[in-house]
């Protein structure tokens, strides 16, 4: 054991950036990594009320219930409390200090949200009928939520909850088709405040369950040395194959992705010594940092965990959060297929080597020092099978990882340990919490007004009922939206407005929602506005733009993917048919790896401009979601690569004549 961590230390120390930069780097990005890093008794208060926070919710998630409405009102506490202390106003305010105003708006946020936990039953008998002075509290709760919001997801979703929250007043000004008569102040405050249809809304409801607690199970994991054990096991795996950083990058982000729901946070962490690696090898910085960002975004597709979002979808369809994993799996494996073929492929072309044996670790060491740890996500995959609630499968998952963390010594979680887990995972909550919260609006506002309704008939209208023209509409809704949004509010925003134009023609519900979810997802590879590249070309030291554009080329066959569950959800599990499940997944990917091949311009050898042509259409046929297309090209991609290796075979048999 001692042999492969010195081994793995030493590639790491050679290829690893500075700590401070990537922390730099991170925050640049993302605005849930700005917070500050508290000393003194400021940070000690921090810490236990964060620690506090995860310990209630996992108390809630596998010892007691509270009510929703409860339990949601002391999830926002908790978060709404912590986003003031540790996140300043401004990036130029002081990261090691919190001001006393700071304080004070804690305190404030803190009353306002804590109303409704001491005053729940009350409110409840009397129908929600707001007293007058609770219209001022629901106004402070509103502004004091949207500037926390602020704090911590950026400036976007605040300024979309701020301009819903206008309509809901200012309806009846506006022109044409979304004019409605416009609500009073009191109604506003009672809808958004004192109901579970506002702030308090189901989107809060899923980050106060399951979505907190599977952050704390990733904090726990990682705290135990999972991430490491993920990235060691990928190394092992991949890293002496050709171009090995590069596959490197696409099985360890794949395994973090799982427990991690965030690209950019995904990137910051397997980025740092893989796309050293990767230049180190002789990929290119902006096509090593494109990798990475794919790699990354990817996860959040990856069940068993995928994010956030999965969670929320869950309770929008009112389906089993496993019905959702199962329908994600296949999609997931073809996204994965496309992101390995292509790096395969570059690295073949260009000869470039992998790293060399003797500086990796073995499979078999890994396992043996650190394998255990990947108990406890197949615990929570059992736990899942057999039934049980994500909720509970999450905290059966938290109580895993400390036991089995515990079997061996060098995973052995202290106390010291499994506090930071605490308040680790409250920390990462923060952001979905507020984000959730802010959405809240969004969607209070459209059951208010039926705005959401209102814009899904008239996205309808305006593509005439053609189902392709309203996906294209949908797709470049969840990019646009995707510059701006975190992943859930995308979703969350996406599934409300634009997801029921795809249901109201006849797409079922769930290919639907999986639908706006890729492209919300997407966003963080498509330019202009492509987070998880900017972030890898950080790293890289690369040109964002080249970056992000060559993420895209990449991915390129995922952007193709959701149109072909739409039209077939076979591919989702749905409606299944053997025969049809076989020769679609096939022919997907055959197809991604034959988009590679075109791409690149090289399949066993360099392709001539017409080969390029047919290979790639083949590529684009292979996508579509009509049985008879698929067959043919199968069989069409087959006979091409069979006939490049029969060239391959002759070329180079003539050149060694």
Not at 54 to 59: K, R
Not at 147 to 156: H, I, L, M, Q
Request: charged fraction near 10%; include cysteine; glycine fraction near 8%.
């Amino acid at each position: 054991m001692d042999e492969i961590e010195s081994k793995n230390e030493s590639l790491l120390d050679k290829v690893s950036m500075d700590e401070a930069q990537v922390s730099s780097l991170v925050e640049k990005y993302d605005a849930e990594s700005r917070y500050r890093r508290l000393t003194g008794w400021q940070g000690v208060f921090i810490s236990l009320w964060l620690a506090a926070m995860s310990l209630f919710h996992l108390y809630t998630a596998g010892i007691a219930t509270l009510p929703i409405t409860i339990q949601r009102a002391v999830h926002l506490t908790f978060a709404v409390v912590a986003v003031y202390i540790l996140f300043p106003a401004s990036q130029r305010a002081n990261k090691h200090s919190t001001p006393w105003y700071d304080w004070m708006l804690a305190i404030a946020a803190g009353c306002v949200t804590g109303y409704i936990i001491f005053f729940f039953n009350e409110i409840a008998r009397r129908g929600a009928e707001p007293k007058e002075y609770e219209i001022y509290l629901g106004v402070a709760a509103i502004i004091l939520v949207i500037e926390a919001g602020r704090r911590v997801v950026g400036n976007v979703l605040p300024c979309m909850s701020v301009l819903f929250l206008l309509y809901c007043y200012f309806g009846n000004y506006v022109p044409g088709i979304f004019q409605i008569r416009g609500y009073p102040i009191s109604r506003i405050i009672q809808h958004m405040y004192l109901t579970p249809e506002g702030i308090f809304g189901l989107a809060l409801g899923v980050s106060a369950t399951f979505v907190i607690v599977f952050i704390i199970f990733g904090a726990y994991l990682s705290q135990s040395g999972g991430a490491k054990f993920f990235n060691e096991l990928a190394l092992a795996i991949a890293g002496n194959k050709p171009g090995g950083p590069a596959k490197v990058a696409v099985v360890a982000s794949g395994l973090l992705g799982t427990i991690n729901g965030s690209s950019v946070a995904n990137v910051a962490t397997t980025g740092t010594f893989t796309i050293p690696l990767m230049k180190r090898v002789g990929y290119p910085p902006y096509y090593a940092g494109a990798v990475e960002a794919c790699a990354s975004t990817g996860g959040q597709l990856m069940p068993p965990i995928m994010g956030a979002g999965a969670f929320i979808m869950s309770e929008f369809l009112n389906i089993p959060y496993l019905s959702i994993a199962a329908a994600a799996i296949i999609p997931a494996m073809i996204y994965y297929t496309a992101i390995f073929t292509n790096v395969h492929i570059r690295a073949r072309k260009q000869r470039l080597s992998g790293i060399p044996k003797e500086e990796l670790p073995s499979v078999k060491g890994v396992m043996k020092s650190d394998g255990h740890l990947i108990i406890p996500v197949i615990v929570i995959i059992v736990t899942l099978l057999m039934k049980y609630t994500p909720l509970r499968a999450g905290f059966i998952g938290v109580v895993s990882v400390i036991l089995v963390s515990s079997l061996k010594k060098n995973t052995r979680m202290s106390l010291k340990d499994n506090f930071n887990a605490l308040v680790e995972g409250a920390r990462g909550g923060l952001g979905v919490a507020l984000a959730c919260a802010l959405v809240g609006f969004i969607v209070g506002t459209s059951s208010l007004t039926s705005l959401g309704l209102t814009i899904s008939n008239n996205i309808i209208d305006i593509s005439g009922g053609k189902l392709l023209l309203t996906l294209v509409m949908a797709m470049v809704a969840c990019l646009v939206l995707g510059m701006g949004l975190p992943t859930t509010a995308n979703y969350i925003v996406c599934s409300t407005i634009i997801a029921p134009a795809l249901v109201g023609m006849n797409v079922i519900p769930i290919a639907a929602h999986l639908f706006v979810f890729y492209f919300g997802i997407m966003a963080d590879l498509t330019p202009p506005v492509c987070l998880a590249a900017f972030t890898g070309a950080g790293i890289a030291g690369a040109s964002p733009a080249k970056t992000g554009i060559t993420a895209t080329r990449i991915a390129l066959a995922s952007y193709l993917l959701p149109y072909c569950f739409v039209y077939n959800p076979v591919l989702l599990l749905q409606n299944v048919e053997p025969v049809d499940l076989v020769v679609l997944v096939v022919s997907a990917l055959l197809g991604v790896v034959a988009l590679a091949g075109s791409f690149e311009g090289w399949f066993y050898r360099d392709m001539k401009p017409y080969e390029r042509i047919v290979f790639g259409a083949l590529a684009l046929a292979s996508i579509h979601h009509d049985f008879t297309v698929s067959v043919v090209s199968i069989i069409g991609i087959v006979v091409v690569i069979i006939y490049l290796k029969k060239t391959t075979k002759k070329t180079d048999a003539a050149a060694a004549a």
